[in-house]
């Protein structure tokens, strides 16, 4: 399906948000849609749609200028997203998917990622998996599919982490090895538990944030208590914040603060 154009007012609205050179790290952004009562799904494991497509226009536009697209392996699974970037044909994405127990080993071959690939409208993903997790036999595999592999140690107890099914996974280590694979920005989309996560996730002894732009699709809807909440452990105050109203959504941009 093709997409809708991209309202020109957005183009100068986001372009404070958009990636700019750092340092040892990839810049982070993001995003995500969610409903009025802050739900991103109807209920665990259920693709729920909740913005226009004049914002999915808009998500394709930032994937435009990113050179990485991350989610967790249950976003995956549960929604076979295609993860590649529809707003122009001279601009490819890495999909980079976090997947501590390497489950997309039985599960790409069917995914619209691999069929991205076949079709030439996408590259190959980075998989992320926890080091204790993999054999060498896979490698055999990977290069089939021209997958690449990031082995993190799982048994890292410095800083925040990621679990995912009791196998914890350190961000620093993820994204200085994301930088080292050349992904100098990376734009991340869910699921929640990563969304939850990040917000939280600081660096420099505690005195800045991991992610560097925060965007946020706010729908006209109410998804009810079923659903699953975008709601950090701890609470964040967020700072150079602007609004864009357009014909259904909002859209938020944002840098996170401390309370």
């Not at 099914?165 to 538990?193: C, P, R, T, V, Y």
């Amino acid at each position: 399906m093709s997409l809708l154009p991209l309202p020109e007012s957005l183009v100068p609205f986001l372009a404070p948000y958009l990636p700019h050179d750092t340092n040892n790290l990839p810049f982070i952004t993001l995003t995500y849609a969610q409903s009025l009562d802050s739900k991103i799904s109807k209920r665990k494991g259920e693709q729920t749609v909740i913005s226009h497509l004049e914002t999915k226009t808009m998500t394709h536009y930032l994937r435009s200028k990113h050179d990485g697209i991350l989610v967790g392996i249950n976003t995956v699974l549960s929604d076979n997203p295609s993860l590649n970037c529809k707003y122009t044909k001279t601009h490819t994405i890495t999909p980079i998917i976090i997947d501590p127990l390497f489950k997309m080993r039985t599960y790409y071959k069917s995914s619209r990622m691999h069929l991205n690939v076949s079709d030439g409208i996408g590259v190959p993903p980075i998989i992320v998996v926890c080091e204790d997790m993999y054999d060498l036999e896979y490698d055999s595999w990977c290069d089939e599919f021209g997958i690449s592999i990031i082995k993190v140690n799982g048994s890292s107890s410095s800083g925040s982490v990621l679990t995912s099914s009791k196998i914890q996974l350190n961000w620093m280590d993820i994204f200085m090895n994301l930088k080292k694979h050349g992904l100098n920005s990376i734009m991340i989309e869910g699921g929640a538990f990563i969304i939850n996560d990040l917000l939280n996730f600081k660096i420099n002894g505690d005195l800045d944030f991991l992610v560097n732009s925060l965007i946020v699709t706010v729908g006209p809807v109410y998804l009810g208590i079923d659903g699953v909440d975008v709601s950090p452990k701890n609470g964040v105050v967020l700072k150079d914040v602007n609004w864009w109203t357009g014909l259904q959504d909002s859209v938020l941009c944002a840098r996170l603060g401390s309370l």
